[in-house]
């Protein structure tokens, strides 16, 4: 095997636009899309005792990426003592400490861009350009987090029961063992972003990201530790996700005990972005591309929903189609990844997507157009799965005619699949937005902004971005972000996604009196006393 270029797992002689598949009867190691110490050298650190692996191929073409080691349930149990034996020191650090170790991160993701993209690219198939974002947002993440520590982590004073005479101290107290379980389609910062504050408040952390991603999940790990942080305060396990046995359960059951950890992460997947939601709305100067300010922007996440006003909408609709017939799809021009553009998926070279992860969640896709198309829909461009471009390669898709008993209307289909709704009015465009279980991310176009943020105020997301997609309110990281309804618990970023790895401990301190009867004074006498007292206190408007 050669050696591989520095700062990068891939071999020096590597051709990923020519690869073959695999040839392990002649050479098990050629065929591999990076060199095996590397490799070797991140899957080391995966809490696993026993010998069987799974073998990870890219989604890209292929090519072999790497054997998983399986955890068991007792590593997971082994795992978290090793945390937490760890952690006990690790929250004696000062926050100052702790902080640091986040600020190296910061750079460390910068310096390291490449590579990270790399690994990015190669185990989800993304295109490079969607693959920035993710260490973009895990160096945001650090850096406010490691800045404003401060603000969030300090003890605070807070009123008492009688004023002087009540000292009342408020600390946040770390947890202990958080543990975070992290899905594929953003392997990078969903599997780091979400500790980053846990470990600032004092946590260690066990965490088990998807087998399919596991590579970019460990290389974050490693930059962790280059950044500074102790050895063994951050754990990983590996394993099938969901049934009944394994880390994955392990994992849950720990968590869902109550033992450790932060109750969001016991159940699987509850991160992923179940729902995207787009409104073109039209006040007096209406946007006439609404759909189309960044061709693609909706990224990896679930299904989504246009909805369109009915004057725009057809003369919108229907202009592209004509324009962009076959895979130039609504909405925008789609330049898919075939199999001659790996290197351009790997290099960020003009592809704007890539395949799907799997065959499973290609045949869940078309499942879900399937079943519109048996119920009624209409395929308005796309539809189709393209194995000539690649082995998950599924055509941008759009649309028409969905209804609720569909499946693509609720349920997530994780896949280029667009569906379009017409609305009369900005009472109609609510309602239908409010349809549905899910409630992650919804975007307005229009180009009334105060009108536009009146309309956010109203639908049933967690976040939701006027004139863009999902990035203004991915990457305010003083803003919380999540979901309502059933797309997940709790929130991350802002304070928010750092108390809720803190537990809250109240010290007061009672000066001179007693808040009971003292002096002789009877339980009927101290009754009238603080009775006045609260009228008095009342008067004075004190809260």
């Not at 699987?268 to 007096?284: F, K, M, N, T, Y």
Request: proline residues 7%; aromatic residues 4%.
């Amino acid at each position: 095997m050669t050696t591989p270029e520095p700062g990068s797992g891939l071999p020096a002689d590597a051709d990923p636009a020519v690869a073959g598949p695999p040839d392990p009867e002649h050479d098990p190691t050629a065929s591999y899309a990076f060199d095996r110490a590397y490799v070797d050298r991140l899957t080391r650190r995966i809490a696993a005792s026993g010998d069987t692996t799974v073998e990870v191929r890219s989604p890209l073409n292929g090519q072999p990426l790497a054997h998983i080691p399986q955890s068991s349930a007792a590593d997971v149990e082994a795992a978290f003592e090793r945390a937490r034996q760890a952690q006990a020191r690790w929250a004696r650090r000062s926050l100052d400490e702790r902080a640091a170790v986040l600020l190296r991160l910061h750079d460390l993701v910068l310096d390291r861009l490449d590579e990270i993209l790399d690994l990015i690219v190669w185990e989800s198939g993304k295109s490079r350009k969607h693959a920035f974002d993710e260490p973009m947002h895990v160096a945001l993440t650090a850096r406010y987090y490691a800045r404003t520590a401060h603000r969030h982590l300090p003890t605070r004073r807070h009123l008492g029961v009688m004023p002087v005479l009540t000292r009342v101290e408020v600390h946040r107290v770390a947890k202990g063992v958080v543990g975070i379980i992290s899905p594929w389609n953003y392997p990078f910062t969903l599997a780091l972003s979400d500790g980053l504050p846990a470990l600032l408040a004092g946590n260690a952390v066990v965490s088990k990201p998807d087998d399919q991603t596991m590579l970019t999940a460990l290389l974050g790990v490693e930059l962790l530790e280059e950044a500074g942080l102790p050895a063994d305060l951050w754990q990983v396990v590996a394993g099938p996700a969901g049934g009944r046995a394994g880390p994955d359960r392990a994992l849950r059951l720990r968590l869902l005990h109550g033992l450790h950890g932060h109750r969001s992460a016991g159940r699987p997947g509850v991160r992923r972005p179940a729902d995207r939601l787009l409104v073109g709305a039209r006040r007096q100067e209406p946007d006439p591309h609404p759909a189309r300010r960044r061709p693609g922007e909706g990224r990896r996440g679930g299904g989504a929903r246009l909805l369109l006003e009915r004057r725009s909408a057809v003369r919108v609709h229907r202009a592209d189609v004509r324009r962009r017939p076959g895979l130039r799809a609504v909405p925008g021009p789609l330049r898919l990844a075939d199999r001659g553009d790996v290197a351009g998926l790997v290099a960020g070279v003009g592809v704007d997507m890539g395949p799907l992860i799997s065959q499973r969640q290609l045949q869940a896709v078309e499942a879900h157009v399937a079943d519109a198309v048996a119920k009624g829909a209409r395929v308005v461009t796309g539809g189709r799965h393209r194995p000539d471009l690649g082995p998950y390669c599924y055509e941008p898709t759009v649309l028409e005619g969905v209804s609720p008993d569909m499946a693509c209307f609720g349920q997530e289909t994780f896949g280029p699949v667009v569906s379009v709704y017409r609305f009369q009015d900005e009472a109609e465009a609510v309602a239908r937005a409010n349809d549905g279980e899910y409630g992650l991310n919804a975007a307005i176009y229009s180009r009334d902004g105060r009108r536009a943020r009146a309309l956010a105020a109203q639908i049933r997301c967690g976040t939701v971005n006027v004139n863009e997609a999902f990035g203004a309110t991915f990457g305010s990281i003083d803003s919380p972000m999540g979901g309502m309804r059933n797309s997940g618990l709790g929130r991350r970023q802002g304070a928010e996604g750092i108390h809720r790895y803190t537990e809250s401990q109240s010290v007061a301190t009672q000066r001179a009196l007693r808040l009971a009867p003292m002096f002789g004074m009877s339980d009927e006498a101290y009754a009238k006393v603080m009775t006045a007292y609260m009228r008095v206190s009342h008067k004075l408007g004190r809260a």
